[in-house]
DNA sequence: CGCTTTCATGTAATCCATTACATTGCAGCG
DNA sequence: CGCTGCAATGTAATGGATTACATGAAAGCG
């Protein structure tokens, strides 16, 4: 067989002219592109990234030349050569959760303005799955990251990544973070439901690992306490941010005999999760119980009644996120920075003074 | 001022010695590890791809030399080399609606299965959005899209890249494509309402461009052909998806005098916004009119009353077209293929029999 | 006219990891 | 002993683009 003729390495169509009919189009090169417009890589090149360095007709002649072969650079050679890719992922633990989605949103004006592509990573709260799309970074597959979970510090390694932590934050971590004052949201929110008369306020907390929700549940605390109302730890439920966890609270706290006046729930979801479970005891909202909850999103307007709740002021959360991670690629030295925002209560349907009932 | 000097182009730090200590642990090579372990490139490199060619004792040593080092292969490089990124990118219009989290779920389910990773890009329904994330795929920094959009056909580009369609479908398009039979479902929904005794059924029509939508018009249609039920246009109003589209279309038909017993909406999303326009008008559901949605997003549950809607088997459709995409990503070959599934419609409070009233 | 600039382009080094092929050493076998 | 075969490792080609530096031609100038 003389097994050496052939030898097949490289790309394997050194001939280049005798299959070309059957080779799929994918895959041009500068070079390709070069010998057929009778140029230097280094022309073709530069008429593509540079287009006013290089003569008119050249270029002109090159774009040609590329549109009718169909040619995109190869943007892993590109960046591994530039050692940039001006693209950025965003981590939310949880797509579905529509909060998420106007921070989003943020992120991405921001990114486009200055040239960055966004890709999102979903992590589901798995740690794994935030280091795998960590390591994209440290592989340099994406410039920097934004993360929407409360647990950074297990994401940068090696020095410091560019990372920015948004609407969560890690107590002592060495990076930058934006998020709103929860102590004082929260503060605001128990404030309006004591000013309508409410004595017997619940809670329904969220993950303790999230310390936004150590500090609403403070705010929650706090704001007794100025009221001068006894706090009742057992008018306190834990819950998970999901629907279903704002049913169970509501169903133990029924069942547990609690009497209570309002709930503040640590976000939106819990709350609609408690008026279902309300409704479904055949209590009123907000008749017999007035419910406050946290985040805005899109779908409260839509409860019936419409919800009340903290409004976090989604798109800027985004927007600066996405601001500070820029300033951290443009120069790695920037020092990390806390950016607290603040958000408004928004007052709709779901409170009223507590009935004479009860 | 003087503003030259610093020019600050390039990698900023040929010298690579002068400020070592300064210099940030980022960026190892294959070529320092190789060094510092007193092996080849190549034996690094075999001891973290295929560790079981490297004898047991250089192993060990090459890992904790990695290990101490921090190193982290560049997967540019490796990419380069490689051809392929084991990265897909899936493509929502909108991160916004609820009903892609589950498909998205099902996509990383299988994607992680074999050995993918997932990376989400919201296209917003610009076209432009769409074009550049699929130029990712042509220029090789991920191996394969799907997509959720009604465009696909504004992707492909060269040669058929691997692609697949997801949830919308295009008419001939030679693009895989996974999507429930939307003209039955939306015939199912109707034929309940009919059943139920309504007659006067008003449709709210999803985005024209949307073959899936023109399919769910055409399965309201049929079903009131089946019924016998004359159609009248003025009942149909038009919609984009939204919340908001589905508060226009009541408001648009009760402004214009029509008079209907039931209304089906294109998505969940406008039957909600149907329900919060007809509760405004101080109309009740179902009460006073029946409302049937499409999707059976996570929010239709908690609707008042909840939402009936035809649910998609959103999960599955996910696996399917992730399982599409890996069979195109082993072997280009194969044929595009169209893979139908069902939709269920699930019954809950939002129908009911046409009152004597009106 | 000769010299310096400037412009357009070409040549080749470079980014970093993978891997085909080459090399070395040693065990096994007739 | 000499040869084959295998295991472990090394050397260098490779992937595809960017870009520093080199070259050559044309333009500007005294």
Redesign the interface.
């Known amino acids: 067989m003389s097994a050496d003729g052939s030898k097949r390495k490289g790309q394997g169509r050194k001939g280049a002219s005798t299959d070309v009919a059957k080779q ?3 895959g041009r090169t500068v070079k390709e592109i070069a010998a057929a417009a009778n140029v230097s890589v280094a022309t073709v090149s530069r008429a593509l990234q540079r287009p006013e360095i290089v003569s008119e007709i050249t270029r002109q002649h090159i774009h040609d030349v590329v549109r009718r072969l ?1 040619y ?9 050569r530039t ?1 940039r ?1 001006r ?1 950025i ?1 965003a981590l939310l633990p ?3 959760n ?1 909060f ?3 921070v ?1 949103r943020g992120i ?1 004006q921001v990114a486009h303005e200055s040239g960055y ?6 992590t589901q709260g798995s740690l794994v799955r935030e280091q ?2 960590a ?2 970074v ?4 994406a410039d920097g990251i934004i993360t929407m979970s409360p647990r950074v510090p297990s994401i940068p ?5 560019p990372v920015v932590n948004a609407c969560e934050y890690v107590k002592d971590a060495q990076i930058s973070s934006v998020f709103v004052d929860n102590v004082s949201a929260a503060g605001v929110a128990v404030d309006y439901l004591v000013m309508l008369g409410h004595r017997d306020i619940a809670f329904i907390a969220g993950p303790p690992a999230s310390p936004i929700c150590v500090d609403r549940e403070q705010g929650y605390r706090q704001a007794l306490q100025r009221a001068e109302i006894a706090i009742n730890p057992a008018l306190t439920a834990a819950g998970d941010f999901s ?1 279903e966890a704002g049913e169970r609270a509501i169903e133990l706290l029924l069942s547990q005999g609690q009497s209570f006046t309002a709930v503040f729930c640590s976000n939106d979801e819990m709350a ?2 408690a ?2 479970a309300l ?1 479904a005891r055949g209590l009123r909202v907000p008749d017999d119980v007035s419910i406050v909850g946290f985040d805005d999103i ?2 409260a307007r ?3 009644p419409a919800l009340t709740t903290v409004a976090q002021p989604k798109n800027a959360l985004g927007r600066e996120a996405m601001g500070m991670l820029i300033e951290l690629l443009n120069d ?1 030295d920037v020092p990390p920075r806390k950016r607290i925002l603040s958000a408004d209560l928004i007052v709709r349907g779901t409170t009223a003074p507590p009935s004479r009932r009860r």
């Open positions: 799929p189009v994918r169909g995109t650079p190869n943007a892993l050679a590109r960046n591994l050692a890719t693209l992922v949880d797509i579905a529509p998420f989605s106007e989003i991405e592509s966004v890709l999102l990573g979903e795998a799309y390591d994209m440290a592989a340099r597959q390694i090696q020095g410091r990544l629907i609609i999760g008026m279902r409704n899109r779908f839509y409860t019936t790695s």
